[in-house]
């Protein structure tokens, strides 16, 4: 399938094995009361880290002006995917970067939980997704970590020689671009010759709007970046769909449901800062029941940007530094001096009068280290998410500042 690489793994009957005597992981449907409670707590858990996150990455200095869009559940998935081979203060970190209460969640329910989750997105029709664990072929590592990563991860399993750099970085990178349809292309822009283990949580979404765009009403119009930037756009334009004004926050939201069980909610505030402050999973419960339909004009840009973050100086502000420097990763392997070298996500969006494509990566790569170092008009800035209408999970979310970029 790859060259230069060799296969662990490949899982080919997707099956969750519990540790206990009950089948932990056996949802063939999202629906929210069907989840444990462990499960319940740690999809909980993922829609506050959405928000967390949004913000730091918000409230970057060279942020102003850009746009923003990520995976939460995707880079949620690769740091629990990190945290079954983490022990002692590194684990402990992680899990509460995640948000994950140590003192009611475990490591088995956190696993078990992601297992489900994981399994109910591969259901969807519309979505790939999945992880994926590189390993050098020299390298041993403890085999409960690739155990729990297969089960649990349902990951895929490649062994790798990292000290082949290029070879390496494009077998990653082709894996990638292939599950994501070639959206994200180049994940990995340069890999260190001492990595041991690169690992990726990837997820590509390509669905119709369940009311398209028609395209002849498709204008070439202007979008305020600011008060002084205008840029052409070409907008779309629809007549009734739902929306509503959310007092509370000064935001028009806007409904449009894609053709499957997703909604991309759209949300034009009068205060972008006063939005992106007070934005919480309540808000996303409040709007997903509106249900009133309006007929007057939207006007929505067609756009297609790309993103790309290292998460390394954000992750360590969310409280997950020991990683990066003295991290203690003896659940992957005895070695003492492995440490995260980078934590890189991507992602693109392209929205059109038929529909929205969307995908996103996450990349962890560990390191051998030597030193132990480490009128209602869309046409200015807002924000946008993709979320599952029953277990209100974000899948993605962003804020278009400039669709020209
Ligand atoms: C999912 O579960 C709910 C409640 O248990 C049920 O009503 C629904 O029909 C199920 N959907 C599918 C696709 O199995
Ligand atoms: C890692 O954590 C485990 C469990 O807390 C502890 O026993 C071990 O000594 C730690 N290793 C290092 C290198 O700190
Ligand atoms: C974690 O759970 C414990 C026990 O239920 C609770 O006392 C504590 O407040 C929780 N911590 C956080 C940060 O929610
Ligand atoms: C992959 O992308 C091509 C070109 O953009 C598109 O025609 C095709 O439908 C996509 N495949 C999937 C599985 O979404
Ligand atoms: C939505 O999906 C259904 C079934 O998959 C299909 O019959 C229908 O034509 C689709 N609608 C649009 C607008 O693509
Ligand atoms: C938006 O609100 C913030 C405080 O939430 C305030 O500092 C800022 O001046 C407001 N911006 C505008 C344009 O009113
Ligand atoms: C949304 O609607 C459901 C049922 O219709 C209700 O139980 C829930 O409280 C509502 N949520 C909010 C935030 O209004
Ligand atoms: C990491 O530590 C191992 C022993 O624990 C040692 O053999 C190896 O040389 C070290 N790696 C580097 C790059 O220093």
Redesign the pocket.
């Known amino acids: 399938m790859i060259r230069a690489a060799v296969v662990l793994w490949i899982l080919s009957a997707v099956v969750c094995v519990g540790r206990g005597a009950h089948d932990p992981c056996h949802v063939q449907n999202t629906t929210v009361d069907r989840f444990n409670d462990g499960s319940a707590m740690v999809i909980s858990a993922n829609k506050e880290f959405a928000f967390h996150l949004y913000r730091k990455l918000s409230g970057l200095s060279d942020s102003q002006g850009k746009n923003i869009f990520f995976s939460p559940i995707s880079v949620s998935v690769a740091l629990a995917a990190l945290s079954v081979g983490a022990r002692g203060e590194t684990h402990q970190q992680i899990f509460n970067g995640l948000g994950f209460n140590i003192s009611q969640l475990s490591q088995s329910d956190v696993d078990e939980a992601f297992c489900t989750i994981v399994k109910s997105e591969q259901a969807h029709e519309h979505i790939t997704s999945g992880t994926v664990v590189f390993v050098d072929n020299l390298f041993k590592t403890q085999p409960e970590f690739l155990d729990v990563l297969k089960q649990f991860y349902l990951a895929e399993g490649f062994s790798v020689d990292f000290t082949k750099v290029i070879d390496a970085t494009n077998t990653i990178n082709k894996y990638v671009s292939d599950k994501t349809n070639g959206t994200i292309e180049e994940l990995v822009d340069s890999l260190d010759p001492s990595t041991v283990l690169y690992l990726v949580s990837y997820i590509y979404y390509k669905v119709k709007w369940a009311i398209g765009f028609d395209p002849a009403l498709t204008k070439l119009d202007e979008f305020n970046v600011d008060e002084n930037n205008k840029v052409p756009v070409q907008m779309m334009k629809i007549e009734e769909h739902f929306y509503t004004f959310d007092e509370e926050i000064g935001t028009f939201v806007l409904h449009l449901p894609f053709n499957n069980s997703f909604t991309m909610l759209l949300l034009m505030p009068d205060n972008m800062t006063t939005l992106e402050n007070m934005i919480s999973p309540?808000h996303v419960?409040?709007w997903l029941?509106v249900t009133e339909s309006r007929d007057c004009a939207i006007y929505i840009p067609k756009f297609s940007i790309k993103t790309s973050y290292i998460l390394n100086d954000v992750l360590k502000e969310m409280g997950m530094t020991d990683m990066f420097d003295h991290a203690n990763l003896s659940g992957i392997s005895e070695l003492r001096n492995l440490t995260v070298s980078e934590v890189v996500h991507r992602a693109a969006l392209d929205v059109d009068e038929a529909g929205a494509t969307a995908a996103a990566a996450t990349g962890i790569a560990i390191v051998k280290s030597a030193c132990l170092m480490p009128d209602l008009k869309f046409d200015s800035p807002f924000m946008l998410m993709i979320v599952e209408r029953s277990t209100k999970t974000v899948l993605f979310i962003g804020k278009i500042a400039n669709p020209n970029l």
């Open positions: 309540t419960d409040k029941n």
